[in-house]
């Protein structure tokens, strides 16, 4: 079974830097596509970044291009999101996600693994 457990979030100010960093367990890891969403309060919840099985492909939400980077270590079964030059905007709480194994990840409904999520705030 898949379990996702997310750290690294918390309080910075804008133009800060944070780094997420998501375990993951399960037999079906280095197969998976992984992915961080969002969700700001009253808002939906969206993808910020995803990375296929590989690592050698990448996809981002537009707003964040340039600023952050996702990647993935398979041989520690974690997949983090760097974050850098933070905006207000930023803040909501962030959650990994993966896929099953070699499932596409373009949408939110083919994650089916979900972490507890953890809190961003950016302050102005």
């Known amino acids: 079974q898949v379990k996702l457990v997310e750290s690294g979030g918390g309080l910075v100010q804008a133009g800060g830097s944070l780094r997420l960093s998501c375990a993951a367990s399960g037999l079906i890891f280095s197969r998976s596509t992984l992915g961080w969403f969002r969700q700001a309060p009253g808002k939906e919840r969206e993808l910020v970044a995803a990375i296929n099985w590989g690592g050698g492909s990448t996809t981002y939400l537009e707003p964040v291009k340039g600023r952050f980077t996702i990647s993935r270590d398979n041989a520690e079964n974690t997949v983090y999101l760097q974050m850098n030059s933070l905006k207000p905007e930023d803040t909501a709480v962030y959650y990994c996600?993966?896929?099953?194994?070699?499932?596409?990840?373009?949408?939110?409904?083919?994650?089916?693994?979900w972490g507890q999520g953890t809190q961003v705030t950016v302050s102005s």
């Open positions: 996600a993966a896929t099953a194994p070699y499932g596409l990840g373009t949408r939110r409904s083919q994650y089916d693994y």
